[in-house]
């Protein structure tokens, strides 16, 4: 099932998740639902606040920017090291038609568990260690214009409450 993603700033984005007890049915249900919904939004990554459930729940498939990259579903990820540097253009689900540079670390190694409630360790490059280290701020309450001038955070404040507005209108006047 698609899911609907919520669009910053919403309060529910700058809320700490919490870690899964048992990767169970339930959790194996979200995850169906957050590749769906990344998917269908053509991102890669996705992250369970972002679809209002506050759990430590993230999936990534940076395949179309990574060739031999495939799809990955991560339960309370961990990043264990971080290292080098690099400078990313990124945007969010949450921050639809917005695009700003962040600086990250390059490469990231981290421990989750997989569907099966098996523990994993990961060791990223390029977009998929980008992606983890947005998608883990995402659990933490941080989306990627907090790394930015409040400045630029505060234009694309404006945007997005115009961008609310508009969807609210077209909400309540659907066209003919
Ligand atoms: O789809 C996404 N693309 C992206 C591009 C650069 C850096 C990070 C990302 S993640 C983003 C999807 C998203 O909002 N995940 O939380
Ligand atoms: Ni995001």
């Known amino acids: 099932m ?23 049915d339930s959790i194996r249900g979200l995850i169906d639902d ?3 919904t990344m998917y269908a939004a053509d991102g890669v990554g996705l992250a369970a606040p972002q679809v209002g459930v506050l759990k430590n729940v993230i999936v990534l498939d940076t395949s179309p920017r990574q060739p031999e990259a495939r799809p990955v579903a991560m339960v309370n990820p961990v990043i264990l090291s971080l290292e080098g540097a ?23 190694t981290v421990e989750y568990l997989d569907a099966d409630g098996q523990s994993q360790t990961l060791r990223a490059e390029g977009l998929l260690a980008v992606a983890v280290q947005h998608e883990t701020d995402h659990l933490k309450g941080t989306v990627f214009v907090d790394h930015i001038s409040s400045l630029k955070r505060e234009l694309i404040r404006k945007r997005m409450k115009r961008l609310k507005a508009e969807r609210a209108e077209q909400r309540e006047a659907p066209p003919a």
């Open 2 to 24: 698609v899911r609907e993603i919520l669009i910053w700033p919403d309060p529910v984005l700058k809320k700490k998740a919490s870690p899964v007890a048992k990767v169970d």
């Open 34 to 36: 957050l590749f769906e």
């Open 86 to 108: 690099i400078t990313y253009s990124e945007g969010c689900l949450s921050i639809p038609g917005e695009a700003e540079d962040v600086d990250r670390a390059a490469i990231v």
